[in-house]
């Protein structure tokens, strides 16, 4: 099962996931480790497809929502979109470059994560 070896993955970084099985949703209290906004905890989720580790999750959703709505903004800090996990969350579409050739485990993915909070 895809989904625990990424709960497992995220347990093992020190994290305490939430899981939902009806919709493969994780998220966990985060805090943020650069950028403008470090320091600040968030919930950071995750809609985890059930080919991971062959598929990474597509981009983090994170609550509470800290930029505008602007899914027509070209690219990365800007891109942002209404997220499914609800009203409070938004979702930032940023696929994992090149994913095939990392060692796809959750450790790797998350630090793709924290290279995207030290863009911003």
């Known amino acids: 099962m895809s989904q625990k070896e990424f ?8 994290y305490t996931p939430q899981f939902s099985s009806e ?13 403008r ?6 919930q950071l989720g995750f809609e985890v497809p ?4 062959l598929t990474p999750p597509s981009g983090p959703h994170i609550a509470p929502r800290l930029h505008v ?10 891109r942002i979109h209404e997220s499914p996990f609800g009203s409070d969350w938004e979702y930032w579409s940023r696929p994992f470059p090149d994913w095939v ?16 909070w030290e863009t911003q």
């Open 101 to 116: 050739v990392t060692n796809r485990t959750v450790k790797e993915y998350m630090r793709f994560i924290r290279h995207l």
């Open 23 to 35: 919709n493969n949703r994780v998220y966990f209290e985060y805090k943020v480790p650069g950028g």
């Open 69 to 78: 709505i602007n899914p027509s903004a070209p690219q990365h800090p800007d």
């Open 50 to 53: 059930e080919q991971f580790p």
């Open 7 to 14: 709960i497992e993955g995220i347990t093992g970084l020190g």
């Open 37 to 42: 906004f470090s320091g600040q905890v968030v």
